[in-house]
């Protein structure tokens, strides 16, 4: 996983308040390596408690077609503005990545991208280039657990929301359903920088980390 600075707006030096204590995030939601290709960054009371561990929709195994996956649903805690609707965001986020990878169906993914967001300009470029010459992806069901609000940003009314995951190991098929690509499991940590706004929440920046930032 590569990790690296992409955009520094929700750094504490930037104006925003850790929710809880722990180290500073050393960097912000960078595009790197997803499936081993490319995935890829307050008030004083305490948050209410993270949702429990969550799994995002799998890719499609050999048997299956992605016409058989159902796009993910937004969860009704979307609609708040605040750390939960921020946490349920993320979470939801997280499993439409799952879905894109395995279905190649962009729409809703390139809804909620930020126009400057390099996370989500990588995994649109890595999807794209498989599934437009007719190729898919197998396997690499992702797992989501630990989600947790590290910043919220009072000027852009943003929040930095952390989850661990887990990638399960998969592959890429071209149009002959040959194996042009082994994608190993990974894990570790994602912080996905988040807004709302006119069009609901929407990704400004991603990136992956081997420890928690929190």
């Known amino acids: 996983m590569e990790q690296g600075e ?3 707006g929700l750094s504490p030096s930037g104006g925003g308040r850790p929710v809880r204590g722990g ?3 050393a960097s912000w939601l960078a595009g790197a390596a997803v ?3 490319l995935l890829t960054g307050c008030s004083e009371a305490e948050p209410e408690p ?3 561990p969550v799994t995002a929709t799998p890719a499609p195994t050999p048997s299956e077609t992605p016409e058989e996956l159902a796009a993910p649903e937004r969860p009704a805690e979307m609609e708040r503005t605040d750390e939960v609707g921020a946490m349920a965001a993320a979470e939801y986020f997280m499993e439409l990545f799952a879905y894109v990878m395995a279905t190649g169906d962009l729409e809703e993914w390139d809804r909620v991208s930020g126009q400057t967001c390099s996370f989500c300009a990588n995994v649109r470029e890595d999807v794209d280039a498989t599934y437009s010459e ?3 992806i197998v396997g690499g069901g992702v797992e989501v657990s630990s989600i947790e609000v590290l910043l919220f940003e009072e000027t852009l009314v943003a929040f930095a929301v952390e989850a661990q995951y887990r990638v399960a ?4 098929e071209d149009a002959d359903g040959t194996v042009v690509r082994e994608l190993p499991e990974e894990s570790g940590w994602i912080v996905l920088d988040l807004a709302e706004g ?3 929440w929407q990704i400004l920046e991603g ?3 081997d420890e928690s930032q929190a």
Do not use: I, K
């Not at 190991?169 to 890429?172: H, Q, S, T």
């Open 50 to 52: 993270s949702p429990p």
């Open 134 to 136: 007719g190729g898919r």
């Open 23 to 25: 180290r500073r995030a």
């Open 35 to 37: 499936l081993g290709a």
């Open 198 to 200: 006119v069009r609901g």
């Open 6 to 8: 992409v955009w520094g």
């Open 169 to 172: 190991a998969g592959a890429e």
């Open 207 to 209: 990136s992956t980390h």
